[in-house]
T-cell receptor, first 109, second 117 residues
Framework: KQEVTQIPAALSVPEGENLVLNCSFT??????LQWFRQDPGKGLTSLLL?????REQTSGRLNASLDKSSGRSTLYIAASQPGDSATYLC????????FGTGTSLTVIP | DTGVSQDPRHKITKRGQNVTFRCDPI?????LYWYRQTLGQGPEFLTY????????KSRLLSDRFSAERPKGSFSTLEIQRTEQGDSAMYLC???????????????FGAGSRLTVL
């Protein structure tokens, strides 16, 4: 069974700092990897999707990379803002979507 | 089409009662997923449909849980004889093409929060 791990579980940074969130998965036979943002008590909002044939995707201040062979993905957030405070989840697709437990990010003004 | 809709957003019920949640996916999406999420955890897979066919059910989905998607459009998730351990956020998501499609983007609804007293 696919296991997805996200490190760190929580992160607190001052505004303006660049940061990296990590996602690792045990089975490299995936079709894609998706990063989501979740605000407290809300549903999940898709941020980036990386297909298995791709190495990275960028959207604004976000950049996600994928290394299938090592079972790792990173989400890079540049010039963090207080509005970035949320929980970030990664999900990999095999037979269905497998989620990590998330990284709770707090950006301090 | 404004996205995936879930109803109700919040449900408080007494233990032993039955509850039903509804999900309306994005209209052109053929796959519909149900997940359960508890505080501090990632979403846990419950079941998914491709059109009206229920293709996979998690072992988390006990006999008290049943899901339907009768016409391949909206779906319902019913929990019978609710227990306090059923308290969670129930999330619905939809996609086009399915998990095997590399370009498949999963779109979530806002969730239905269940509290069992």
């Amino acid at each position: 069974k696919q296991e997805v791990t996200q490190i760190p579980a929580a992160l607190s940074v001052p505004e303006g700092e660049n940061l990296v969130l990590n996602c690792s998965f045990t089975d490299s036979a995936i079709y894609n990897l998706q990063w989501f943002r979740q605000d407290p008590g809300k549903g999940l909002t898709s941020l980036l999707l990386i297909q298995s044939s791709q190495r990275e995707q960028t959207s604004g201040r976000l950049n996600a990379s994928l290394d299938k062979s090592s079972g790792r993905s990173t989400l890079y957030i540049a010039a963090s803002q207080p509005g970035d405070s949320a929980t970030y989840l990664c999900a990999v697709t095999g037979n269905q979507f497998y989620f990590g437990t998330g990284t709770s990010l707090t950006v301090i003004p | 089409d404004t996205g995936v809709s879930q109803d109700p957003r919040h449900k408080i019920t007494k233990r032993g009662q039955n509850v039903t949640f509804r999900c309306d996916p994005i209209s052109e999406h053929n796959r519909l997923y149900w997940y359960r999420q508890t505080l501090g955890q990632g979403p846990e897979f419950l079941t998914y449909f491709q059109n009206e066919a229920q293709l996979e059910k998690s072992r988390l989905l006990s006999d008290r849980f049943s899901a339907e998607r009768p016409k391949g459009s909206f779906s319902t998730l019913e929990i019978q004889r609710t227990e306090q351990g059923d308290s969670a956020m129930y999330l619905c998501a939809s996609s086009f093409g399915g998990a095997f499609s590399g370009a498949n983007v999963l779109t979530f609804g806002a969730g239905s929060r269940l509290t069992v007293l």
